[in-house]
């Protein structure tokens, strides 16, 4: 019953109710960093992308929900300029995105990908420096400010304790953690996250969260891809539903993500219950009828 009256009281809430509490929700968001525009996309004739579009504002966090297989990834690679859009257009701070260069691109947005084995046992620390990269002439030493700089990304992460220990002898969630240091080290303003929290454990994920809710609110812009609509609920400032090959919402997370979208995206039904921020929910999903 409990249940039950969450979901009617979710229902029955204005959108955008108690968003005020959040202050990345309640700041205004900048211009366009990154947009798509009738964006199509697919891998060797099999269309995986149709019609998107779609915009990274700054100091947003837009969270980009959907099934496996659905195109996450896949987008937020166009996103990048990693992969060329077959219909449409990406643009980056409104010129197409292939007119930047490499390094260009780099010092606008970061990545931090689903997964990532170096070829070479570097260090923690060495990983997390390469952010500092794009920021270094073709032969430049690093200099004092990008050591502070990745300091400072191990220190905000907590992963001191991992900073002189090999990257290939470290476990998947310290290696998430590193790449998203590394990330940070870059100093991009924007940062792309294929499904950030999948390594993580429990405390990790929500801890991760925050830092990124911290991050938008110093300026930064996330887009990240999540299979938990509660880390879209928590974290982001606008939620995305890829399925089909289409966007088919975008907006306000707690007008987004409901027991029918989930349903929608997943095929499986579920309740809500409310916290008591009125902004967030769980999801359990109900019994087999
Ligand atoms: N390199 C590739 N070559 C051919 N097909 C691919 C390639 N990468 C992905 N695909 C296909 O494109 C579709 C979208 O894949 P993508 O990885 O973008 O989905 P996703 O939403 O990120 O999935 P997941 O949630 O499982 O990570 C899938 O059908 C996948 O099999």
Do not use: C
Not at 62 to 75: F, H, I, R
Not at 101 to 111: D, F, P, T, V
Not at 211 to 232: C, D, I, K, Q, Y
Request: net charge positive; no cysteine.
């Amino acid at each position: 019953m409990a249940a039950r009256a969450g979901i009617d009281a979710i229902a029955a809430a204005p959108v955008g109710a108690g968003l005020q509490a959040f202050a990345p929700d309640a700041r205004p968001v900048g211009p366009a960093l990154v947009s798509l525009r009738g964006v199509g996309f697919g891998y060797g004739g099999r269309r995986v992308l149709d019609g998107i579009d779609l915009e990274l504002r700054r100091g947003e966090v837009l969270a980009l929900l959907g099934a496996n297989g659905s195109g996450k990834s896949t987008l937020l690679r166009l996103m990048l300029g990693a992969r060329r859009a077959e219909t449409g257009s990406v643009l980056l701070l409104g010129r197409r995105i292939h007119d930047w260069s490499q390094g260009e691109i780099a010092r606008r947005l970061a990545y931090v990908p689903q997964s990532h084995v170096p070829p070479f046992p570097y260090t923690v620390a060495d990983i997390v420096a390469l952010g500092r990269l794009p920021w270094r002439g073709r032969f430049g030493a690093a200099g004092v400010d990008d050591r502070r700089i990745v300091a400072a990304a191990i220190e905000r992460l907590g992963i001191g304790h991992l900073a002189a220990r090999r990257y290939t002898e470290i476990s998947g969630g310290e290696r998430q953690l590193a790449l998203i240091a590394r990330a940070i080290a870059q100093q991009a303003g924007a940062i792309v996250m294929d499904e950030p929290a999948t390594a993580l454990d429990y405390g990790h994920q929500w801890r991760m969260l925050d830092l990124v809710r911290e991050f938008a609110a110093e300026g930064h812009s996330f887009v990240m891809s999540t299979h938990t609509p509660e880390h879209a609920l928590h974290a982001a400032t606008r939620v995305a539903l890829l399925a089909g090959g289409r966007i088919v919402a975008d907006g306000a997370p707690r007008a987004v993500v409901t027991p029918e979208a989930i349903e929608r995206l997943y095929g499986i039904r579920v309740e809500a219950v409310e916290a008591p921020d009125r902004r967030r929910a769980a999801f359990f999903p109900l019994a087999a009828q």
